[in-house]
């Protein structure tokens, strides 16, 4: 088994700690982002924290011909892939940019199944492989007001459990990390800072969001929801009407300090 791990979004919040965690157990990394600034700062820091390698390769995964290049650019079949890179866009569908739209599935979606398309043969037929989908709590109901954000982490979910029942055997396995919110640059990305879920003092520290998605990922469990208050939160939810949920979603997500 080699020790190579492909990390996307490794210049964010979760990225960043997962990087620095599969570096400590000694994983050579290929990681991506669109900031090169930061992969050439993270990878000097990672290589300085062990003797490892350290690729990078800074680009838009939303483009099909870098998705492409990413995949050459692999020395070989990853024993970890980590599809962490992602992004939501706060306000109501009618009025948001269609850009943004558009390029958020090419992201949360379509480069996600991509990559686990591309990386998943080699990995069955070594018989080996870890995959960590970053998923969300989001992933468990509609979410007015981040319609399509919610709508692609419900797919992230789906994809990630029925791929861990088709995989079983393999020794492959396939983690939907779900975390709620973390403190990260994802509410600025979002344009949604001002809504109470995104307050800072809020949300979960990423180290140990990424420290339990790594855990989780490395056992081969199929679902992680990150933090009792949410595991709770989604097992009740199942015995609500879904009316209710859309409700109490749409007044959460509404919700803005003055
Ligand atoms: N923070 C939360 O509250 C929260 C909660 C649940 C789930 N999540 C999920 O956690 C994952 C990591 O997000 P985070 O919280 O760490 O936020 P973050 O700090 O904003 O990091 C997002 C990462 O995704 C990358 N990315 C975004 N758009 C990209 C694009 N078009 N092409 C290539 N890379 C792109 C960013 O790279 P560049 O900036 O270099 O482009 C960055 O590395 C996401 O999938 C997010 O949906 C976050």
Request: charged share 20%; proline share 5%; net charge positive.
């Amino acid at each position: 088994m080699n020790r190579l791990a492909v990390v996307t979004g490794a210049t964010g919040g979760i990225g960043i700690q997962l990087c620095r965690l599969l570096a400590r157990n000694g994983y050579d990394l290929l990681i991506t982002g669109r900031s090169e600034d930061r992969l050439r700062m993270l990878a000097n820091e990672l290589k300085a924290l062990q003797s490892i390698e350290v690729n990078f390769l800074a680009g838009d995964l939303s483009d099909p011909e870098f998705r492409g290049r990413l995949f050459e650019m692999a020395p070989g079949t990853p024993s970890v892939l980590i599809n962490n890179a992602g992004f939501g866009d706060y306000g109501p569908f009618a009025g948001s940019d269609w850009e943004k739209q558009d390029e958020m599935i090419k992201v949360n979606v379509l480069a996600l199944t991509q990559f686990t398309h591309m990386f998943l043969p080699g990995m069955v037929s070594k018989g080996y492989g870890r995959i960590l989908n970053v998923a969300s709590v989001a992933s468990f109901q509609p979410g007015p007001l981040m319609s399509v954000y919610y709508a692609t982490k419900s797919y992230v979910l789906s994809f990630s459990e029925a791929l861990s029942v088709e995989l079983a055997k393999t020794g492959v396995t396939v983690t939907a990390l779900c975390p709620g919110p973390v403190n990260t640059g994802f509410a600025k990305a979002a344009n949604a800072e001002s809504i109470n879920v995104f307050k800072q003092s809020s949300g979960a520290d990423p180290e140990q969001v990424a420290g339990y998605g790594y855990r989780m990922m490395m056992k081969g469990k199929p679902v992680a929801v990150f933090g009792k208050k949410f595991k709770v939160l989604i097992f009740f939810e199942r015995f609500l009407p879904r009316s209710a949920v859309r409700r109490m979603l749409y007044r959460i997500q509404g919700s803005r300090s003055k």
